[in-house]
């Protein structure tokens, strides 16, 4: 039986080394495992036991995105309460969502991609068709081209995060994107701020 200390350690060193990854291979689509062990302070045998190559990194960072948006929206919510949750759901795997993009090309394959990012960007398209219906959003750009719009703009805040032009929980960023999609300044800040609260409720619940 595994003592519980040496799995602590080596949840605590995969965690690292995803953060590391994500770090190292948002700055150098190229880095390899062997850099990549290095910038984490570990040896590259402890990366390769928990990922044999760098399409493994892009497995578990397709999985976190895939289990981010396993919920299913409430149809009667406001349309603008169900994207503030949908922006929020994705946050905290918003680095993994980088990681997959920039390992898109090498070791994955743009098709793998586009069916690893397909639950994600149809959620959206559903939540953002529906708010067009009921008035919610704005209605000059199809569904599909404000969901490209709204994704390119999540991705950019994040990539502001990282750089430490600007601070954010994921709050700033759903604002923003409901401010996007047609909600006035207002509103979205008041929408965001109460799903904000029920999602911290429901993880303390959970913990």
């Known amino acids: 039986m595994v003592r519980e200390p040496i799995r602590r350690n080596a949840r605590s060193n995969r965690a690292r080394i995803l953060a590391t990854a994500r770090q190292e291979l948002g700055r150098n689509p190229e880095a390899t495992?062997?850099?990549i062990a290095r910038a984490?302070?570990?040896v590259r045998r402890t990366v390769f036991g928990h990922f044999p190559g760098r399409a493994a990194?892009?497995?578990e960072a397709s999985q976190a995105l895939q289990d981010a948006v396993a919920w299913q929206p409430d149809p009667s919510e406001p349309p603008e309460r169900v994207l503030a949750r949908f922006v929020l759901a994705i946050w905290p795997v918003g680095d993994r969502y980088r990681l997959l993009l920039a390992l898109a090309r090498q070791d994955l394959g743009a098709e793998r991609v586009s069916e690893v990012l397909?639950?994600?960007r149809a959620q959206a398209a559903v939540i953002l068709e529906h708010g067009q219906r009921k008035g919610a959003?704005?209605?000059?750009?199809?569904?599909?081209v404000l969901n490209a719009a709204l994704e390119a703009l999540t991705l950019s805040l994040l990539e502001s995060v990282n750089?430490?032009?600007w601070e954010d929980d994921g709050t700033r960023t759903a604002v923003a994107t409901l401010v996007a999609a047609g909600v006035p300044e207002q509103r979205a800040?008041?929408?965001v701020e109460a799903v904000a609260a029920e999602?911290?409720?429901e993880a303390a619940e959970r913990a």
């Open 33 to 35: 495992l062997e850099e």
């Open 199 to 201: 999602v911290r409720e």
């Open 57 to 59: 990194l892009a497995e």
């Open 163 to 165: 750089a430490g032009a």
């Open 118 to 120: 397909a639950p994600a």
């Open 189 to 191: 800040a008041e929408v």
């Open 137 to 144: 959003f704005h209605g000059h750009l199809p569904p599909a």
């Open 40 to 42: 984490a302070g570990v």
